[in-house]
């Protein structure tokens, strides 16, 4: 298996350093993996229209507790387990500067795929076009000499778990759903509020 794993890594990350182009998007699908995530966030809970309960704000909680979850189990596995880095005990085309700490799974690919697969699951619009950019988020971790392939498969298939175990949850994380809603909901009608006060001084 450890050969497997290392003869995909090595047939993705010999293109590495070769095309410019290429090595540009990949840098970029890794670098904005943080972005991705908080802008799909607010698309799903702004997208929703004024319902305060909309299923697109539901499909965000959901997603972000899914990766929340996910981090944890990752958290855990690194504690416990250690895999060395591809470019640790190969000679490999690092793009990226990285800590050689243990590098399974990936926290990039299960950020992506938490996200991807709670899309699939509350079968939301974008899944199918979000689903291939998590994909391609994942073969960068690879290109960029930092993953190897049963990384970024361990964080698509802990993702899937996260996020089926969270939407079975769905009765007993409605109160708290429901909670988060009307805090939210709050805190507009207080800045709303505020708003008003300060246009009718003017």
Do not use: C
């Not at 090595?10 to 991705?36: Q, R």
């Not at 965000?60 to 416990?80: D, K, Q, V």
């Not at 964080?155 to 805090?183: D, H, M, N, Q, Y």
Request: proline share 4%.
């Amino acid at each position: 298996m450890e050969r497997v794993n290392f003869e995909g890594f090595e047939w993705i990350n010999k293109w590495a350093g070769h095309f410019h182009a290429l090595d540009i998007i990949m840098l970029w699908l890794t670098d904005s993996v943080p972005y991705i995530a908080v802008a799909l966030m607010a698309i799903l809970w702004f997208s929703g229209g004024k319902e305060q309960h909309s299923p697109r704000r539901y499909t965000a909680l959901y997603a972000m507790f899914s990766t929340a979850a996910g981090l944890f189990i990752n958290f855990f596995i690194h504690l416990f387990y250690y895999h060395p880095r591809p470019f640790v005990v190969h000679h490999v085309q690092q793009l990226v500067p990285h800590v050689a700490d243990s590098s399974f799974v990936s926290d990039h690919a299960l950020i992506v795929f938490a996200f991807a697969w709670m899309l699939l699951l509350r079968k939301e619009k974008w899944r199918v076009p979000f689903f291939i950019l998590a994909v391609m988020v994942a073969l960068s971790r690879i290109y960029l000499g930092v993953h190897y392939p049963l990384d970024v498969i361990g964080s698509a298939l802990i993702a899937l778990v996260t996020g089926l175990f969270i939407v079975s949850l769905s009765k007993r994380l409605e109160p708290i759903f429901g909670w988060l809603l009307k805090l939210y909901g709050f805190l507009i009608s207080l800045v709303s509020a505020r708003g008003r006060k300060r246009t009718w001084k003017q």
